[in-house]
């Protein structure tokens, strides 16, 4: 019952973030029920069907090849959804230890760790990605990975500012006078406790990489045809006349900006509600 009314109260004050997050919700429903849930197989091929509009039949319209464009679009969701959380996951987990840990031991290592940190901050995250993926080839791990790897920089930052607060709590204190080891005090006093604006970067990033995930397919780079994924959706549109058929850029493009707008605003209503400094806004 305290959960249902947490939820209540914040859609009362953020209701854009809970309309991002009841969108969110209903995306990774979609994604987990495309099996069940699409009214057609994605990759059978029907060319009696070629670019057929929006109808009844086909509510999304069909490709080049009469492919449902509703079922591509439903299982693209997947892709992109799990590219996006994977990446965040992975990239979340390796920056707050290294973060965390740069922060507790300091001296050489925490050096070091910021000025890679720099290093990496200096380069446009998209060109990281793109070299990364053109160095280890186009699949769903390497893409997932090189996202991963242009996202952890920032949780690197976040959590060793937070950690560098912690460390100088009473409880952290006391348990260094004790002689507890490193790795518990990492692990159950100073970790937990700088996650709270780790979470808030992470919901935010999860848009970052969806986009980033649709572009690298848009440019051949990501998801290989015949896989659904909206960037090769949008890459193949691309390609035919738009007079012909502008659903099959229409319906991605929406589904790619309404899933992005989503995690953005539920991110910064998110940061809103936990962050400390602006509960008094």
Same mark, same amino acid.
């Given at each position: 019952?305290?959960?249902?009314?947490?939820?209540?109260?914040?859609?009362?004050?953020?209701p854009?973030?809970?309309?991002?997050?009841a969108?969110v919700?209903?995306?990774?429903?979609?994604?987990v029920?495309?099996?069940?849930?699409v009214?057609a197989?994605p990759?059978?091929?029907?060319?009696s069907?070629?670019?057929?509009?929006?109808?009844?039949?086909?509510?999304?319209?069909?490709?080049?090849?009469?492919?449902?464009q509703?079922s591509?679009?439903?299982?693209?969701?997947?892709?992109? &959804?799990?590219?996006g959380?994977?990446?965040?996951?992975?990239?979340?987990?390796?920056?707050?230890?290294i973060?965390?840990?740069?922060?507790?031991?300091?001296g050489?290592?925490?050096?070091?760790?910021?000025?890679f940190i720099?290093?990496?901050?200096?380069?446009p995250?998209?060109?990281?990605?793109?070299?990364?993926?053109?160095?280890?080839?186009?699949?769903?791990l390497?893409?997932?990975?090189?996202?991963?790897?242009?996202?952890?920089?920032?949780?690197?930052?976040?959590s060793?500012?937070s950690?560098?607060?912690?460390?100088?709590e009473?409880?952290?204190?006391a348990?260094?006078?004790?002689?507890?080891?490193t790795w518990?005090?990492?692990t159950?006093?100073?970790?937990?406790?700088?996650?709270?604006p780790?979470?808030?970067?992470?919901?935010?990033?999860l848009? *970052?990489?969806i986009?980033?995930?649709?572009?690298?397919?848009?440019?051949?780079?990501g998801?290989?045809? @015949?896989? @659904?994924?909206?960037?090769?959706?949008?890459?193949? *549109?691309?390609?035919?006349?738009?007079?012909?058929?502008p659903?099959?850029?229409?319906? @991605?493009?929406?589904?790619?900006?309404?899933?992005?707008?989503s995690?953005?605003?539920?991110?910064?209503?998110l940061?809103?509600? &936990?962050d400390p400094?602006m509960?008094?806004t």
């Amino acid at each position: 019952m305290s959960i249902l009314s947490g939820i209540l109260r914040f859609a009362r004050r953020k209701p854009l973030g809970a309309f991002g997050g009841a969108v969110v919700i209903f995306m990774i429903t979609i994604a987990v029920l495309a099996p069940v849930i699409v009214p057609a197989d994605p990759y059978t091929h029907n060319p009696s069907a070629s670019y057929e509009p929006p109808s009844w039949k086909y509510l999304a319209g069909t490709d080049v090849f009469g492919r449902d464009q509703l079922s591509r679009i439903i299982y693209g969701s997947r892709v992109s &959804l799990f590219v996006g959380f994977a990446s965040v996951i992975i990239g979340t987990t390796v920056g707050v230890v290294i973060g965390v840990t740069s922060a507790y031991v300091g001296g050489k290592f925490d050096l070091v760790v910021q000025r890679f940190i720099d290093t990496m901050m200096g380069f446009p995250g998209l060109v990281v990605v793109l070299v990364m993926v053109v160095a280890l080839g186009p699949s769903l791990l390497n893409v997932t990975l090189a996202i991963a790897f242009n996202y952890f920089d920032k949780v690197i930052r976040l959590s060793r500012s937070s950690a560098l607060s912690v460390k100088e709590e009473p409880y952290v204190l006391a348990a260094v006078a004790i002689g507890a080891r490193t790795w518990r005090i990492l692990t159950r006093y100073m970790i937990p406790n700088c996650l709270a604006p780790v979470f808030v970067l992470a919901t935010q990033q999860l848009g *970052a990489a969806i986009v980033i995930v649709a572009s690298l397919s848009f440019l051949g780079l990501g998801v290989q045809p @015949p896989t @659904p994924s909206w960037g090769n959706m949008l890459q193949s *549109a691309a390609k035919t006349n738009m007079e012909l058929a502008p659903w099959l850029s229409i319906f @991605p493009g929406v589904a790619l900006a309404l899933l992005t707008f989503s995690f953005a605003v539920f991110g910064d209503a998110l940061r809103d509600v &936990l962050d400390p400094r602006m509960r008094g806004t």
